[in-house]
């Protein structure tokens, strides 16, 4: 259990409008001068349905059970600090939706393992009125001054059918110490162990996106921005919230046939979907149906690949299609496939600051994206890390094209991380898999720039004189922090 963060009078008297003006800042998007946190709104249709807004995944080998893995899927970005002022406006997950992370073992871009969330609101004041929280502390999920809390369903969705793994009631929005003093007591009591090892979380933490502002110019128009490069960079995200769903299962569950030493690559991503219908046909008789809405695998698809982001899209357009698609089909759509292997950041970098374009195809970008790092597939890195033909069990002809996060299992877990993960030489971070302390832009960055055999470009984005980042995730089970409040 872990304390949550006191503030002096002072500084909890600014944090609401240092969150706001940062906020501000977020979604402002480059063009005014300003960054949107990169990957916490990936599409336009991301900007109209927050609560279903996937911003980031994370999936490594869990450090203080290395026989299992985790699994996190934020949702819903931008949340202020919370506080008795404003205890009428939570962030509760969405009723009804399907929250779903999913797992590929073969390589066939088709999930074979997905865990599936469902919230229902529990209203628990009489006839529906007064207020979610209050008057009196919350001191446990049971409290009756908890008015409304949100239950869940956890479900593992197989071939052969759909298990019900637990029940849970998901920790809820922090709304600050005099109504919450023990915020991290609430959160502990939210974990539920699962049947046969592994257990879930699902609770408001704070944003552990760890990046730099000064990157986003670069991808979306080829110049460091948006603060001057001498300035200091504030990460709008470090005083910001999220809705996490934290997973820790046992290899062997999500690995082909059981056997992560094996096979020990699986693909993941998460994806939202909410309810609807056929409206072609008679609504009569149809069993309920589902719509994905958002997708999430691989960070910065929008930004790395096609170099954009809320402001510089079309709706309907390519990173609209990107949500609503399977990994299985992004083969059949030739743009996504042509755009990878030709992104754009690299091409506006070049104009605007003469730094050369590594040439084309990029055959390097669609092993990092499609493929994952082997030896033999166009990743540049000379190591077999984490692509599904290193699976002994997958069928080769069965293996797609498709923009998974991928992970092998069967690294060892890191002592001492490097927050550049592969490219700096650590194996276990980021693009293999991607642990909640991982710098993404960066790395990112320079291998579209054509690292690690090209020229380095780390000199693109000179380091701030002062930054602002959120705070280091924890080493223990749920590992993600608690969230910002008064």
């Known amino acids: 259990m872990f304390p949550s963060v006191r503030l002096s009078p002072r500084r909890a008297a600014l944090l609401p409008a240092a969150a706001a003006v940062l906020v501000s800042a977020a979604v402002a998007g480059p063009l005014t001068g300003s960054s949107r946190a990169g990957g916490h709104v990936d599409a336009p249709s991301s900007v109209a349905d927050t609560a279903a807004d996937l911003t980031d995944v994370y999936a490594f080998t869990s450090p203080d059970a290395p026989d299992t893995v985790t699994l996190v899927a934020n949702v819903r970005p931008f949340q202020l600090p919370g506080n008795p002022a404003n205890a009428l406006a939570d962030y509760p997950f969405a009723t009804g939706a399907r929250y779903e992370i999913h797992t590929d073992a073969d390589g066939d871009g088709a999930a074979d393992t997905t865990y599936r969330w469902t919230f229902t609101d529990d209203d628990r004041r009489p006839f529906g009125l007064g207020p979610k929280v209050g008057p009196l502390p919350v001191t446990s999920l049971d409290s009756s001054s ?17 298990e019900k793994l637990v029940d849970g009631i998901a920790a809820p929005t922090n709304v600050g110490r005099a109504l919450m003093p023990d915020y991290a007591a609430l959160r502990s009591e939210a974990v539920r162990e699962l049947p046969g090892g592994g257990q879930t979380l699902a609770t408001q ?31 709008p995200l470090a005083v910001t919230n999220v809705n996490s769903l934290v997973l820790q299962v046992p290899k062997e569950d999500i690995a082909l046939k059981g056997d992560p030493q094996r096979n020990p690559v699986v693909g993941v991503w998460a994806t939202v979907s909410r309810p609807g219908a056929d409206l072609s046909r008679s609504l009569d008789g149809q069993a309920p149906s589902f719509r994905q809405i958002s997708r999430h695998g691989m960070p910065h698809v929008a930004f790395a690949v096609y170099g954009s982001t809320v402001g510089l899209q079309t709706p309907g357009g390519p990173e609209d ?12 759509e030739q743009e996504f496939i042509d755009t990878v292997l030709d ?29 994952g790092l082997g030896k033999d597939n166009g990743a540049p890195f000379g190591v077999d890390l984490n692509t599904h033909t290193m699976n002994a069990d997958a069928d080769p002809a069965r293996i797609v094209l498709a923009e998974e996060l991928r992970l092998n299992l ?20 980021f693009p293999n898999g991607r642990r909640l302390n991982d710098m993404i832009d960066g790395p990112l960055l320079r291998m579209l720039e054509g690292e690690p055999n090209g020229p380095s470009a780390a000199h693109l984005v000179p380091a701030p004189i002062v930054e602002l980042q959120p705070a280091d995730a924890q080493d223990t089970f749920p590992y993600v922090n608690l969230p910002h409040a008064l």
């Open 146 to 162: 908890l008015g409304v809390r949100q239950r869940y369903t956890l479900e593992r969705v197989r071939a052969d059918g759909t």
């Open 205 to 235: 933490a704070a944003d552990a996106f760890k990046t730099n502002t000064q990157d986003f110019g670069l991808y979306t128009v080829g110049t460091a921005g948006p603060v001057p490069n001498w300035g200091p960079d504030a990460n």
């Open 321 to 332: 299609r990107f949500q609503a698609r399977v990994p299985k089909d992004d083969a059949l």
């Open 343 to 371: 992104p754009v950041p690299p091409r506006r970098i070049e104009r605007a600051q003469g730094f050369k374009a590594p040439a084309t195809p990029r055959e390097d970008i669609q092993a990092l994206f499609l493929k």
């Open 410 to 429: 069967t690294t060892p877990v890191t002592g001492e991380p490097n927050v550049n993960g592969v490219l700096d030489g650590d194996l276990q971070g």
